[in-house]
């Protein structure tokens, strides 16, 4: 029986090379192809180093992405772009503006995906930014309201997720960090959803992270996925206290290191915690995992962080089969 399989929410951080690399290439500085070639070099970094960690389900860390509803609305017919808009902290992006029906024109993700499915044995996770998440961090000047904006990115993100599978991914993500800041439209962030993940034989997976998952909790077997991640480090694990009282039915990607620190936890830490979330959860209920992406982080905190995540997990996993 698989149990306690350790993976990574999705994004890690990007060498300094491509990261000048990105920054010429906006100023028409950079080749494109010169540019895809150093992104596909960043890409098999990550996933030898994955591998060489020891982490059971890879993901290409998003090396050829930026922001992650501005990446979508980039490949998507409908969408512009508006001025700088400040995300957090001293980051900022381009908003999207849906000028027009959206439209799919072409695969978004699935080329990447079967680049990095390409270098590894181990299975790489489709990773896609959810149709209410894309909806909320947009401007809407087309649709006639925010109903109909996130029903009609589910469908877009539904092909691609079907394009995904049919690729051969086993494992696909859907993003939807805008759930736990919106609860009053849960019931539209659960029926965009479903749409997406309706009939896809894949394990599917929603990360949330951030958000007031007290309140949160009661909704979250209704999320129409296999699997939920949350962020529990971040919040040292207060949040198993909601999951005592409501008995999850689905499986649970259990954030153990936290993604917004320079602090490399101790194994001895994360296995005590581990134990913890065992109290609550089943073993094969939980896959491990940093708390969200770690692209923010330098790329030898993000190895530590994975390190320490292979590590504490093997501890626990080899007390619990002994």
């Keep these: 029986m698989s149990m306690l399989l350790t993976t990574s929410v999705g994004s890690l951080p990007k060498p300094d090379y491509l990261a000048t690399a990105r920054s010429r290439a906006r100023k028409g500085e950079l080749d494109p192809k010169e540019l895809r070639r150093l992104e596909e070099q960043a890409t098999r ?38 001025s700088l808009v400040r995300s957090y902290g001293n980051r900022y992006y381009r908003k999207p503006v849906i000028a027009k029906k959206i439209r799919r024109k072409r695969p978004m993700t699935i080329g990447w995906w079967k680049f990095a499915q390409g270098l590894t044995k181990r299975p790489v996770k489709g990773m896609l930014t959810g149709p209410y998440t894309i909806m909320d961090w947009s401007f809407n000047e087309y649709y006639p309201s925010r109903r109909a904006t996130a029903l009609a990115l589910a469908e877009v993100v539904r092909e691609e997720a079907k394009g995904l599978e049919r690729a051969g991914a086993q494992y696909i993500q859907i993003d939807e960090p805008a759930i736990s800041t919106r609860l009053d439209e849960i019931d539209l962030a659960i029926e965009a959803l479903g749409i997406v993940t309706k009939g896809l034989r894949a394990k599917t997976i929603t990360h949330i992270c951030y958000g007031n998952f007290q309140a949160l909790a009661p909704k979250l077997n209704r999320l129409p996925v296999d699997q939920i991640d949350l962020e529990f480090a971040n919040r040292k694990f207060e949040l198993l206290d909601a999951f005592k009282r409501l008995k999850l039915r689905k499986e649970i990607g259990l954030g153990v290191v936290d993604v917004h620190s320079h602090r490399i936890e101790s194994r001895e830490e994360v296995v005590a915690n581990l134990k913890k979330a065992l109290k609550v959860f089943k073993p094969e209920q939980i896959y491990v995992d940093p708390d969200c992406g770690l692209k923010t982080r330098t790329v030898d905190e993000a190895v530590g962080k994975l390190r320490v995540v292979v590590e504490a997990t093997r501890a626990v996993r080899e007390e619990l089969l002994n």
């Design 45 to 82: 970094d990550w996933i030898a180093r994955q591998e060489e960690l020891g982490i059971d389900i890879i993901v290409d860390g998003e090396q050829y992405r930026g922001d992650m509803v501005a990446y979508f609305a980039e490949q998507l017919e409908g969408f512009q772009t508006s």
